[in-house]
């Protein structure tokens, strides 16, 4: 059973006593953890991995706002090149901005990689070694961990995206956060399956099945799905952002012609097999009004059923950190809008998106059996506002 979300009068965002305690509690776990780790590391690691403090000059502004969730450089030390006490250090840190399922759900996905690689047979290089490698997950902390000037931490690599900003010893921003699973479902021995993302894609699905006829024509706006969430790995949402192709959600260009020509392939393969066209990408555009229907219709059982969706995003955190749709009022205004087949194995694409949140999943690539799902705050992603909000207080006039 998921976690009953707390209610209040008001639909904006607050911060409570215990919101204020979380984010000083996380943040001194996130701060203790990033020094031990960096303390750990050698003078060539170090300099991967430690760059200015947020908002410091333009180059490392630009880095730190950059992420990437396919199996690319996503700038830092990687995993595989740090020794097994390096490693233990950096998954600490990793564990101090999660909660426990959030935790257990981004190792699950980086031993994934081992999964995939049996998939495709051991046979996609990318371009090294070996094309999925579950050493490939990048750490970058940026400033000084500690005290009150800005500070922050991204971990990345296939399918993990954590992206965290403490500003005055407090966490201020925990997004863009996006977690993916290739293959979605793997077989377990005794017949069952491993789905690290199951309950993202159930219980959406439950709630697009449960809902009325006239209701259900508003939520699904196509009868097909897009090849890939629409945010993509923007640095920020935009009014009117349609789908990044594949070869624009990598670092740079690859060297070899023969990699350039595979990844050209695999997304004419992937859009042709979503049968979309112009229209149908303009259908789904990001739009600042929300598309779909308002949670504010659902009745009580269909808004509980929400909540558990909701929380199956916002609880990738520590309790008590998670700022978003929590209270009544503000869960009114979160629209679900869906788009693809409603059975499972059938592609699908859903949203959730309300103020200062945003969700996107979608299952549609590997014969339904690849997915992703991703949590943001459209108007304040990597903490932009607070940076802004410390930076005017501290530094102007």
Not at 206 to 224: D, K, T, Y
Request: net charge negative; glycine share 10%; aromatic share 6%.
């Amino acid at each position: 059973m998921c976690r009953v979300m707390t209610t209040g009068a008001s639909p904006v965002r607050t911060r409570t006593d215990r919101t204020a305690t979380a984010e000083r509690r996380v943040a001194d776990r996130m701060a203790a953890a990033a020094a031990a780790w960096l303390e750990a590391l050698d003078t060539e690691q170090r300099a991967l991995a430690h760059w200015p403090a947020p908002g410091a000059d333009a180059e490392t502004e630009a880095e730190r706002l950059q992420w990437y969730y396919t199996p690319t450089d996503h700038g830092g030390v990687p995993i595989g090149a740090m020794h097994p006490r390096q490693q233990s250090l950096a998954m600490q840190l990793v564990a101090a901005g999660l909660s426990t399922p959030g935790y257990v759900t981004v190792a699950t996905v980086m031993g994934l990689e081992n999964v995939l690689d049996h998939v495709e047979n051991w046979g996609v290089d990318w371009g090294r070694e070996r094309g999925r490698d579950p050493g490939l997950y990048y750490l970058r902390v940026f400033g000084d961990p500690g005290g009150h000037a800005p500070w922050g931490w991204r971990f990345g690599g296939h399918h993990v995206s954590l992206n965290n900003l403490v500003v005055a010893r407090a966490v201020r921003s925990t997004t863009p956060c996006f977690l993916g699973a290739d293959p979605a479902t793997s077989a377990l021995l005794g017949g069952t399956s491993s789905r690290p993302l199951g309950a993202v894609e159930d219980l959406a699905r439950e709630l697009v099945r449960s809902l009325a006829p006239e209701q259900a024509a508003r939520a699904v706006l196509l009868p097909r799905a897009p090849s890939d969430i629409i945010g993509g790995n923007r640095a920020r949402i935009t009014h009117g952002d349609e789908m990044l192709r594949l070869p624009d959600i990598w670092r740079g260009h690859f060297r070899e012609q023969r990699l350039t020509d595979r990844l050209a392939e695999m997304d004419i393969r992937a859009e042709s097999s979503s049968g979309f066209d112009a229209t149908d990408h303009s259908t789904l555009a990001l739009t600042v009004a929300p598309k779909g229907l308002p949670a504010a219709e659902l009745d009580a059982d269909r808004r509980a059923l929400l909540r558990c969706l909701l929380d199956a995003y916002l609880g990738r955190v520590p309790d008590g950190l998670a700022p978003g749709p929590l209270d009544d009022p503000a869960l009114d205004a979160v629209h679900l809008a869906w788009a693809g087949g409603t059975e499972p194995g059938e592609p699908h694409y859903y949203r959730l998106q309300g103020p200062r949140f945003l969700a996107e999943y979608d299952n549609t690539q590997r014969q339904v059996n690849h997915a992703h799902s991703v949590w943001r705050d459209p108007e304040a992603d990597f903490g932009v506002d607070a940076l802004a909000a410390h930076r005017a207080t501290h530094h102007d006039g």
